[in-house]
Structure formats: structure tokens, C-alpha cells
């Protein structure tokens, strides 16, 4: 079997991470296995990642696939990089998407650098997207084939540099075949549920628990607001709510109410009707060009408010300073602060901002 | 040692396709010889050794035969001998029974100890401090990792029950003046007990030498397997014990002895001793070469304990702007088992207690390599150490952290 290069894959113990590790085996890379530890709490009550029980696994795993394997401690760098981010952008009032930072700086950051100096040429993980190199030796990076577990959005910020030291072994498959080649090649995973998002955020994803633990100084109780500027009642502190949410407010008004906005200066939630929501347009800042060129603008394209929203065809003007305007063709509800805004053309990701 | 690749199921082996294992600090293979003589007293001499009948007796015999064995090596008596499941047990009934039977007589709930002993004395030690009304006071080490006895005898008080200093330091390799504190222990009448776990097979065990009150040993340190371990307790010692039940032990550890564990411990910690000062002689010879060829290769390593009186197979160092876990993970890759310190502490990334009581600063702590010897380790491994190890260091160097 040719030897196609040494990669490092990051292992969660979940079947995805292992079927990748699987998958380059065959394909005849020298595979290095590396599970991240990045939460202090590692127990199985604490949060979802790093348990005992996905160690276990993603060891046994390696072991099937006799395959080296290393426990990397990454807690201080997470801490730092990821849930302060976490934590300080809902205490500013917007919604974080804490993946999209840990892939950009910790995941195809720090671990990257640390696969090459291991001798590395490559570091995959169990995500699904695609990688393609163009004729002009562009890297682009594309939706994944299975359209339902599509990963792109959270990987929108890679560069060229990290694309071409990355690799997507999922990115061709369909989740059902992932769980058959689990199964047929008799992985002990085969079973397991795939790694969830928030993974540091304890076992029921209640992240205003883990706020109100971990950052209770972020916690100030304010006004709860009509548009008007009618006082409706008391908040919990603004980190405990996103706009779009509709339920745990609290008041009682005739119609269904939303948060429609947080604002950080008056310390207040804003509440409105369904129609007070919608916007068409949202400017979004720090915007990264896959391509690393601003390309030309104003630009059709789809655009993606949150993971797991669908795409809505819009006109991108990219702006100075990192900032772009993107103009929807139809209102949306779920325009969130703090959010990202990811564009595509068909299945290649152009790039992304965070909503302003 | 020799591994497959399959066997072993993880690695890749050195160039030559083979496994260099310098971690015998952490454990040892257990020698075929040991394996041997346990290997009746699975299935074919089982009985427990408290019954009356044939099997029993054959298990008795055994269990007595194992314990003259032991009590020969350490100059006691076979009754002074109890047998553990580690030495972080041994280590813990020595302490907490020892000094809990002190207490309870009035005797006080003071206990002294040192700045570089394991966590299995340091936080037995710690918890007894929190939760059971005991005070300690901890004498320093100097940046060789070695206490002044006289710093015991200052910390001596009148309710003070119990002295504890590890006899050789696991992390640095430094050997401890354990004699002389056995002598100012023995002017006041003070117990002492020392963690000899990784003492166990390289030095003098003869507890009247060394004037020890109490001494823990650890099986699979010198070729028995895990999961075996022993405690000596001299006579009129009273012990509380921390494991109630039968009257295993001379009623002091009840639970069914363990024997064909018992019958290998006994059996390697003899081997040992037999081997010990061809062995010794053998290990410091490459040890020396190791310390000397990573000096030279890397000149800013800096050896961390003592340079002579230090354990014949124990090497360590510092190394500036290296991360151990990553210089580890090298190491593996290229087919070398090494550690940074303490395996029980394995995937922390905080530097060592004891490298900071050194007053080594905790940055370059963070960089520890331990590379500990034994009897499968041959001059060409060392020498293949020495051709790996500086370009890792070098390449480690690329890796900033963020």
C-alpha cells in the first residue's frame, strides 16, 4: 500500500472521528490519533466532550486501527481562546458561535501547528465538508456531501495556508454510509452518538447555567422592554437571552412575543411582536474570504444566518474595513448579533463575518 | 525489551523497528523467572490459605515461604512483613495506621514529612491534615532534591508521631539521607516511615541499617507484577488497621492474600537483591553516558536531582522551551518510552511540585524528561536516544505556544 503522507486526526471517540481515522487508514496514510482535552471538568455529568467514556472509546478505536494515540491537554488555550469568547459576547449581549473559534484558532490552529511539528503533512478531522484544489492551485472549501450534515458553516474562516494542510475524509459520505462502514468494519463506536456542539456546556446544553456558574459577575438583572419603551418586567441579565427567543420571558402580552433586541448600553431586553423581528439586511464584521481576495461586489449569493438554518439568496457588498452588507431577498426573522453570516455560490463557501 | 508492533498495538518502533522502553520508573516487565514461580498458584495451587485442607496448606506454605523471602532481604522478622495491593496502599496504611494509633493514645497528631515525596504520602498526609485534626510540617529540599536531616530534627515537636521521607525520589532520582534521619527518629523516639518504592530494587533494604520504622515497597517497580505490594512494620508498632475483616496479616490488612502475586513479589524483590550489585554497576555505567551524551547533545538540558547520589537507572531533566507531553509524543513516534516525571500525574500540564520545591522555575518545569533504565536497557539503546532525542528538542522548538 502507497504511503500517501503522516496525518494527525483529531479523535472524539464518536463515530465520525473514527471513521475518518478509518477511512485514511485504508487509504494508506500513516495515521497519528489525537484526542483534544479541553474542558476542566471532565466527568460525565460536567460537559459532553473529553468523558471518560469518549477516551475509552477513541483509545479502543486507535487500537483497532493500530494506530498511535495521544491525549492532548488543551484546557488553558480553550479556556482562554474559547469560552472567555463564549462567555464575554453573550455578556455583550450577542449570540457566540463558540465552534466557529474553536475550529479557527484551537482545532486548525494550535493542533494544526502542533500535527506538522510532529512531522505531520496533514490533520483531519471528522467533519463534513470538502476540500477541492482548483487548476490555479486554489484551495475551496465546499459543502459536505451530505447536504442534512453539512459542517461548512463552522468552518468558514480556514484560510489557504490551513485548507491545504487539512483533510475531510467525511466529506464524500452520506452519515448512513458513515454508520455502515462503522458497523461493517466492526468499530466499537459504531453505536455512539456523533459529538455535540457546546461540548464544554453541561450534559443538558444549559448554557445560562454554565454562564450563571461560570461567569455570575456577567449576571446583571435590567428592564425588560416593549419597543415603545414600556417597562413589561425584570430580565435575568442579557447573556440569558438571544434575539428570535420566544419562550422564558416571563410577560404576557396579547401577541406572541420575541426578544428583537439586547441592548448592552441601557442594560435592557427589548421584546416586540413576530413582525418587529424581521429584517432584510444585516451589516456583518471581521468578514473572511476563503480565497483571501475581497472579491468583487456587489456579489448574488446564498446566505446562512446560523448552522442550522436554510440558505437564502442574497446580494453581499463587501465593505472596508473586514465589514459587508448583505441585502436578503426576502425579511428574516432570525438575524441574531453575534451570529455568523456565511456566504456561499452553490456548494463552495465564499467566507463569513459575524453579524453586527 | 523486544515488542511487535502488533503486540504492543501502538507504535511504530525506533528505526530499527523496535521499541527502546526507558520508563522502568513507572514499571517493569515482570521477569520471566517471577512469572514462573507464580504461575502454580493460579490453577493449580488454589486454596485459600486459611482453609485446614491440602489446598489451603499448599498456599500457606507458599504464603509463609514468600514471606521468610522477603523478611531475609530486609534483615526483619517474617511477621513484621504485610502484603499489599501497591505501594500507594502500603503507603497509606503506614501513615494512616501508624499515626491514627499515635493519636488515638494521646500521643498528639503531629507528622513531618518532605517537599518531594508522592502524592500517595503527600496527600494521605494532606487529608489527614483537612479532615482528621492532624498537623505536618514539611522540610525543604535543596535544589538537589535532598532534605538536611537536621531540618527534621528542628521540626520535631512533642506531639510529633510520625516521620515520613521518601527513600528515593521518583520524579528526580536523588537518594535521601535516610540513615541520619533514622537516627535522630530513633534519639527521640519517633516513628519513621519511608516510601521505598523506588528504592526497591537498586539500594540497601535492611531496615536495622537504616533505622526505618515502617517501609513501603511496590512489586511491579522491580519485575513482579502490578498489583503487588508489601509493608514492613516493625514489631511493637501499633498499626490501625484501614482495611477491616478477617485476620489476614496478623489482623492489620484483612482480605484473602493475594497468593501468587505474594509468591512473585517476593520472588523478584530476591532476584533483585541477587542482581543488584552487578546490575547497579551495569545501569549507572549507562546512565552516565545517557546524562553526559544528553548534555552534550542539548547543552541547555539541565539535569534535575542529585548527580551522584542519585538511583542507578534514574535519569532526568529539564529542558528550556519544550513542553514534556510533546517531547513524549516524539519520543513515542520514534519508538522511545519516556516520561516527564511522576506517571501518576500523566497528561497534566502543570509543572511538578517537587521540580518547584527544587526551585526550578515553572516554566522550565514544564519541559521535564525522565528516562529511567533497567535490565532490557543496552548501550546501543542509549546511543539511539542520543541520535533522536536533540533533533525532537529542536524541532520542538518550532512549536510556539499561542
Same mark, same amino acid.
Given at each position: 500500500m502507497a504511503n500517501r503522507g503522516i496525518v494527525v486526526v483529531a479523535m472524539s471517540g464518536g463515530v465520525d472521528s473514527s471513521v475518518a481515522a478509518t477511512l485514511l487508514v485504508e487509504q494508506g496514510y500513516t495515521v497519528i490519533g489525537v484526542m483534544l482535552r479541553l474542558w476542566?471538568? &471532565?466527568s460525565s455529568e460536567g460537559? #459532553?466532550? &473529553?468523558?471518560p467514556d469518549s477516551l475509552a472509546a477513541a483509545r479502543q478505536v486507535a487500537a483497532q486501527l493500530n494506530i498511535p494515540f495521544y491525549v492532548l491537554d488543551y484546557r488553558e488555550a480553550f479556556r482562554h481562546i474559547v469560552v472567555d469568547y463564549f462567555v464575554s459576547t453573550y455578556a455583550a449581549g450577542r449570540t457566540p458561535n463558540p465552534c466557529i473559534i474553536c475550529n479557527e484558532r484551537v482545532r486548525f490552529g494550535l493542533l494544526l501547528n502542533e500535527a506538522l511539528v510532529l512531522g505531520a503533512q496533514y490533520l483531519a478531522t471528522g467533519h463534513y465538508a470538502r476540500i477541492h484544489r482548483t487548476e490555479t492551485g486554489e484551495y475551496r472549501l465546499m459543502r459536505g456531501k451530505d447536504l442534512t450534515k453539512d459542517q461548512s458553516y463552522v468552518l468558514h474562516r480556514l484560510n489557504q495556508w490551513q485548507l491545504q494542510h487539512v +483533510?475531510? =475524509? +467525511?466529506?464524500?459520505? +452520506?452519515k448512513s454510509d458513515v454508520r455502515r462502514i462503522a458497523l461493517q468494519r466492526g468499530l466499537v463506536v459504531h453505536n455512539r452518538a456523533e459529538s455535540q456542539d457546546l461540548c464544554f456546556v453541561g450534559e443538558n446544553g444549559d448554557y445560562r447555567a454554565f454562564i450563571a456558574q461560570y461567569a455570575p459577575q456577567l449576571v446583571h438583572p435590567g428592564p425588560l422592554l416593549d419597543t415603545g419603551g414600556t417597562l413589561l418586567g425584570q430580565h435575568q441579565g442579557l447573556a440569558f437571552y438571544t434575539v428570535g427567543q420566544r419562550k422564558g420571558l416571563g410577560v404576557t402580552r396579547a401577541q406572541r412575543t420575541y426578544v428583537v433586541r439586547l441592548d448592552t448600553v441601557r442594560n435592557a431586553v427589548i421584546v416586540g411582536n413576530a413582525e418587529e423581528l424581521g429584517r432584510d439586511e444585516l451589516f456583518a464584521r471581521a468578514v473572511h474570504y476563503i480565497s483571501g481576495q475581497v472579491p468583487a461586489s456587489p456579489l448574488r449569493v446564498t446566505a446562512r444566518i446560523r448552522y442550522k438554518s436554510p440558505d437564502v439568496p442574497a446580494t453581499l457588498t463587501c465593505l472596508e474595513g473586514n465589514r459587508a452588507h448583505i441585502k436578503f431577498d426576502r425579511p428574516l #426573522?432570525?438575524?441574531? =448579533?453575534g451570529q455568523a453570516v456565511v456566504f456561499y455560490q452553490g456548494d463552495v463557501v465564499l467566507g463569513g463575518g459575524f453579524i453586527e | 525489551m523486544e515488542m511487535g508492533a502488533g503486540a504492543s498495538g501502538i507504535s511504530r518502533g525506533t528505526s530499527a523497528g523496535r521499541v527502546i522502553y526507558l520508563d522502568h520508573s513507572a514499571s517493569t516487565p515482570v521477569d520471566v523467572r517471577v512469572l514462573e514461580a507464580m504461575m502454580p498458584f493460579f490453577a493449580e495451587h488454589y486454596g485459600n490459605p486459611s482453609g485446614i485442607h491440602c489446598q489451603a496448606r499448599a498456599s500457606a506454605l507458599a504464603l509463609d515461604q514468600a514471606r521468610m523471602e522477603v523478611a531475609e532481604v530486609l534483615g526483619c522478622?517474617?511477621?513484621e512483613i504485610i502484603f499489599t495491593s501497591c505501594g500507594t496502599e502500603s503507603d497509606n496504611l503506614a501513615i494512616r495506621g501508624a499515626a491514627f494509633a499515635a493519636a488515638q493514645v494521646g500521643k498528639g497528631r503531629h507528622i513531618i514529612t518532605s517537599a518531594c515525596e508522592h502524592h500517595a504520602v503527600s496527600h494521605t498526609i494532606a487529608q489527614m491534615c483537612e479532615y482528621f485534626g492532624f498537623q505536618q510540617t514539611t522540610v525543604p529540599v535543596d535544589h538537589w532534591g535532598m532534605i538536611d536531616p537536621a531540618d527534621v530534627k528542628r521540626a520535631i515537636r512533642p506531639d510529633t508521631v510520625l516521620i515520613s521521607i521518601i527513600?528515593?525520589?521518583?520524579?528526580?532520582g536523588t537518594i535521601q539521607p535516610l540513615a541520619e534521619v533514622g537516627e535522630i527518629a530513633r534519639e527521640y523516639g519517633i516513628l519513621l516511615h519511608t516510601d521505598a518504592v523506588q528504592a526497591g530494587g537498586y539500594l540497601d533494604l535492611n531496615v536495622d541499617r537504616l533505622q526505618v520504622d515502617l517501609l513501603s515497597l511496590s512489586g511491579h517497580k522491580f519485575y513482579a507484577p502490578k498489583g503487588s505490594g508489601m509493608l514492613f512494620v516493625r514489631e511493637g508498632v501499633a498499626l490501625l488497621p484501614q482495611q477491616t475483616g478477617g485476620g489476614h496479616e496478623g489482623g492489620r490488612r484483612a482480605g484473602t492474600e493475594n497468593v501468587p502475586y505474594i509468591v512473585g513479589l517476593a520472588k523478584a524483590l530476591k532476584l533483585a537483591q541477587e542482581m543488584r550489585a552487578t546490575e547497579n554497576e551495569r545501569l549507572a555505567q549507562l546512565r552516565d553516558r545517557l546524562i553526559q551524551g544528553v548534555q552534550t547533545a542539548i547543552p541547555n538540558a539541565q539535569l534535575t536531582g542529585h548527580p551522584d547520589r542519585r538511583l542507578p537507572h534514574h535519569t532526568s531533566f529539564v529542558i528550556p522551551g519544550v513542553k514534556a507531553n510533546a517531547l513524549l509524543m516524539h519520543l513515542d513516534l520514534a519508538g522511545i518510552c519516556a516520561a516527564s516525571g511522576s506517571a501518576c500525574n500523566t497528561g497534566a500540564s502543570e509543572p511538578s511540585d517537587i521540580l518547584l520545591a527544587m526551585g526550578i522555575p515553572p516554566q522550565l518545569a514544564l519541559g521535564a524528561l525522565r528516562l529511567t533504565l533497567g535490565r532490557s536497557t543496552t548501550a546501543e539503546d542509549i546511543d539511539t536516544v542520543l541520535a533522536v532525542l536533540p533533533a525532537i528538542v529542536d524541532r520542538l522548538g518550532a512549536l510556539r505556544p499561542a
Open positions: 476542566a471538568v &471532565c460537559n #459532553r466532550c &473529553c468523558t +483533510l475531510f =475524509p +467525511l466529506g464524500d459520505w +452520506l #426573522r432570525d438575524i441574531t =448579533p | 522478622k517474617p511477621k527513600y528515593a525520589s521518583n520524579e528526580v
